[in-house]
C-alpha cells in the first residue's frame, strides 16, 4: 500500500516538473530586462558638398529581441515639390528614419566612408527613456522637423536626445558656452571643404558676416566630429553626485581604407578661373583702348552675370531663413542694379557715351577695394579679380569718353 502510494506521489512530480519549471522560466523572461546597448554613429565624410561634414546617427541593439536598428535624423526627399526653392528658403524639411544596420553599413562602406561606433554607457533606465524619446520622434506626426544647417540638423538632435535621456546632468571636459576661443561658422565650413575649392567658393559667395562671429563649443557640435569628440571626454554626474565617463568605448564599425584625399576634387580652381577671366578682360581692353573701341559685349555678359549672382544673394540676404547669409558684404560688387541698369548702360557705352552707371560702379569698387581688410566679413580672395573685371571695365568707359570730349 506505501509502495503505491510512493508511486503515485512520483508520477504526479514527474507530471508538474516540466510545467513547473516551464513557467519559472517564463517568470524569469519577463523579469529579466533586454540586453540592450545604444550607440553613437559618426561618419566619416564623402565627396558630396551635402556630405562634407560627415553624418551622426544613433544605433540600438536589443539582443533578446534580435533587433539591430539605426535612427538616422538626416532623411530628406530630393524629388518633393519645390525643394530646392525650399531650400534657398530656408524651409527645408528633414526627417527621422529608421533602418537595418546592415543596411546602413553596406550603404557606407560601398560610399567608401568609414564609420565610428562609440557605445553609451548608460544604465538601463536611461535606455529605456532614451528609445522611447527616439520612437516618439519616430511617430508620424513627430517625425520630420524644420532643418536647420547650424542650429538643428542630424548631429544635434541626436545628442539633444542622449542628454534628455540620462539620469542627472552631462559634463562636458571642456567650458562649451565660451565665446573667445577663436572658431567661427565660416572656419568650419573652410576646414571641411579645404580639399573642395569650388564647394568653398560657393559657400562663402552665400554666407554673409554672421558667419564671421565667434561662436562657443557647443555650436560647433553642428559638425558631427566634434560630438564624437565632446562625448568622448563627457562625464555623467547622477543624482547622487556619482561620475562615470558616458562613452563606454569607440571602435570603428565601417573601414573602407579610403581617406579624404580620396574624395579630393580636382581640376582648374576657382582663384586659377577668376585669374584667367581678368587676364582676358584686361588685355580685351588694352586693345580696346588702344583701338578706341566699346567692346560692350564684354560689358554685356560680365555685367549680366554679375547681376545674376546679386539677385541670388539679395534674394538669400531678404527672404531666406538660412542662418548667416546677412547682411553680405558682397553686394556691393554682385547686385541686382547690374541687370535693373544694364540696358541703359550698354546702350550709352554702345554710343561712346559717358555712363553714369559706370562711373558710380566705379566710386563703389575702389571703395570695396579699398576697405577689404576691414569689412567684417572673410571674403573669398577669387572674388578681387572678379571685382578688378568689373572695375577695368567701368574705367574703360570713363576713358573712352574723355578721349572723345
Known sequence: MKVNLFISIYLIFLFLAPITATAQTQTEKENTPDSIRISLLTCASGGEIYSLFGHTAIRYENFTQGTDAVFNYGMFNFNAPNFIFRFALGETDYQLGVSNYEHFAAEYNYLGRDVWQQTLNLNQKEKDRLVNLLKENYLPENRIYRYNFFYDNCATRPRDQIEKAIDGTLQYADNMTDDNIGVTFRDLLHQYSKDHLWSRFGMDMCMGSQADKPI??????????????????????????????????????????????????????????????????????????????????????????????????????????????????????????????????????????????????????????????????????????????????????????YKRS
Not at 578661373?273 to 588685355?283: D, E, Q, R, Y
Not at 560689358?299 to 554679375?306: G, N, W
Not at 534674394?315 to 535693373?340: D, K
Not at 573669398?380 to 571695365?393: F, K
Request: hydrophobic share 50%.
Open 216 to 401: 562657443n563649443r557647443r555650436l560647433m557640435m553642428f559638425i558631427p566630429f566634434y560630438v564624437q569628440k565632446y562625448f568622448n571626454t563627457a562625464q555623467v554626474i547622477d543624482e547622487r553626485g556619482n561620475t562615470h565617463s558616458l562613452i563606454f568605448s569607440e571602435e570603428k564599425v565601417v573601414a573602407t581604407g579610403k581617406t579624404a584625399s580620396d574624395f579630393q576634387s580636382g581640376g582648374i580652381t576657382p582663384m586659377q578661373s577668376t585669374l584667367l577671366l581678368l587676364i582676358f578682360v584686361t588685355a580685351t581692353t588694352i586693345y580696346g583702348l588702344r583701338k578706341r573701341k566699346t567692346l560692350w559685349p564684354i560689358d554685356l555678359i560680365l555685367f549680366f552675370v554679375a547681376g545674376a549672382a546679386g539677385c541670388v544673394l539679395a534674394f538669400l540676404a531678404i527672404f531666406s531663413q538660412h542662418p548667416a547669409v546677412s547682411p553680405n558684404y558682397l553686394l556691393f560688387v554682385f547686385h541686382p542694379f547690374h541687370l535693373i541698369c544694364l540696358p541703359c548702360m550698354i546702350n550709352r557705352v554702345r554710343k561712346n557715351k559717358l555712363s553714369r552707371y559706370m562711373l558710380a560702379n566705379f566710386a563703389v569698387l575702389i571703395l570695396f577695394i579699398c576697405l577689404w581688410g576691414v569689412i567684417p566679413q572673410k571674403i573669398n580672395l577669387a572674388v578681387l579679380p572678379l571685382a578688378l573685371c568689373l572695375l577695368i571695365r567701368s574705367v574703360s568707359n570713363l576713358i573712352l569718353t
